[in-house]
């Protein structure tokens, strides 16, 4: 008798916990004065971010690009071998530390156009070499950044013009310089030809010597002349308004229009203008003048994004005292933050258009005759075999000679 009393209450206490866990919860004759606390919903910028409007071209166009980051990588590790190939099995063992997360046999296939896989005549093993078309594209990609170095010393100098100081860390100038455009050498090829302009105080803080006026001009400037210009609008509404392009699907509110229209005509501190942010009192014109901060410093990118892990190194130069994360959802229109490919990356949304630059430069034009590769696949894949079948031939005369 016992154990049937104890076995119906087991089976009441698994009933009410599954109600608890899952199922909606019910008043029975048994539990009429048991409470179920109820769970306030939890708003964060891991739930904003999740439930933010995606916009899937940018998405999209992240992945590709982290594709292209991990060949690079790889260009990286075969290009330090003796004879620029590397055997599969070499490959293999840096999988793991260049992020790949599939057999490295599996994504060299994927890619003819930029790698090519054959047997080594001697050593009768699988190796793989980079395809002249990407190395060509390597190489115009280094010349183009070194051909370019005056645009290089006046985005160092608004760099440094934008910092509260005068100064910036050079090990933070380092993890963006992919994103700036600047060769890995600069701090030996580029800086001591202009030294009179960026000195380096110590070994890790570049300085500037004195502002260049002429340069302390926003990027969205240009944008708002064109808007006064062309739309006829007046002034007061362009003055100190930003581009703002939602994404599709962005569900607008009951005044959201009417707030963003006031949001526009909002005065607020350039960010090329001195003056200390602690002293702004009102948390609007805070606000603003940090979306003019990123909004600069994201257009004087190559492509226009960077990661917000390398972006937060600059929140304390920039006078940036807030949640990058938490501040940039906040500003749909503006900013768009992807979560794909293996990295949260903000984006200048005014910059693309169905997954392109609008206005490119000549650093971006070699970057996507790149991805272009990428994106090119297993495609036409009959020049790759001819050329794989040449260099076959020559390097088993090079194995013969060395065999002799």
Known sequence: ????????????????????????????????????RWKKPVDSARTRLEGRTRDHRLDKLMVQLRNLRLALALHE??????????????????????????????????????????????????????????????????AV?????????????????????????????????RELGLPDDYRSSILPNHQH?????????????????????????????REYTEKWLAESETKYAFPINFPTGFKIEKGFREKLKNWQRLPYTTPY???????????????????????ELLSLTVEKMMPIERLSHFRRVYAMEVNLREFLLKYPGIFYISTKGSAQTVILRESYSKGCLIEPNPVYIVRRKMLDLILSGCRNIGECQQDSATWSAEEYDLGSSHGC
């Open 1 to 36: 008798m016992a154990s049937i009393i104890s076995g119906a209450r087991n089976i009441n206490a698994l009933s009410l916990r599954s109600c608890t866990l899952g199922e909606p919860f019910q008043h029975g004759p048994f539990n009429h004065s048991v409470q179920r």
């Open 77 to 142: 590790v075969i290009s330090q071998q003796r004879n620029r190939y590397a055997s599969l099995q070499l490959l293999s063992k840096w999988r793991h530390e260049l992020g790949l997360n599939i057999e490295i046999g599996a994504f060299l296939k994927k890619y003819p156009h930029i790698f090519q896989i054959y047997v080594h005549p001697v050593k009768k093993n699988h190796c793989c070499k980079i395809t002249q078309k990407m190395s060509d594209l390597i190489a115009e990609e280094d």
């Open 273 to 295: 203008e001195k003056n200390d942010s602690h002293l702004i009192c009102n948390v609007e014109w805070l606000e603003k003048h940090i979306v003019g901060v990123l909004h």
């Open 197 to 225: 302009d960026l000195p380096l105080e110590s070994p890790d803080t570049l300085s500037l010597v004195s502002r260049d006026e002429a340069l302390a001009v926003a990027k969205v400037e240009d944008w708002r002349k």
């Open 145 to 177: 950044i070194r051909e370019n170095e005056v645009d290089i010393v006046q985005r160092l100098k608004k760099l440094l013009m934008l910092s509260v100081n005068g100064t910036l860390n050079m090990h933070a100038l380092w993890l963006i310089r």
